[in-house]
């Protein structure tokens, strides 16, 4: 089956947004772009329209900020009821980076994957040969007094 998936980033009516409320602020926009690159580790692309997250960053941005900018949020024509269901999604992503500890999660990964076995089933060493074929750049003393034979024989002697 032959599928697209084309999806928009929030980047731009980010910006739009940003210019609106208020152009000269950098670190509105710095902030609001982290947020907004936070997202995209959501599913929230697949759910809401792009202008629709880019207000959810730009809020979450505001409140980072103490920027009040409620009475240019009431003047948009959005449904606020979905712009705080965005706003939920990505801070419920927050709250789970703040509550990961990383340490137990990896002894609790690594205890499933289980250790590797450094002999083969029936505990015997592998032989020698079999240790020097599959190590071809270690030449032994006697292969290099010996005179070059054909590659094929020289691999495979037993």
Known sequence: MDCCLI??????????F?????PDDQSLLQQAWRVCNDSLRTDLCLMYPPSLIALG?????CVHLKKDAKHWFSELNVD???LFEVVRHIMFLYDIWKSFDEKDKIK???GKIGKPRLSNASGEQPPQTLQMAQRPHVISQQQQNQPQQDIRT????L
């Open 108 to 110: 609790e990964i690594i």
């Open 154 to 157: 020289q691999h495979y002697k």
């Open 80 to 82: 606020l009821e979905k």
């Open 57 to 61: 960053c730009l809020h979450i941005a």
């Open 7 to 16: 999806l928009y980033h929030p980047y731009r009516p980010l910006v739009q």
């Open 18 to 22: 940003v210019n609106d409320l208020s």
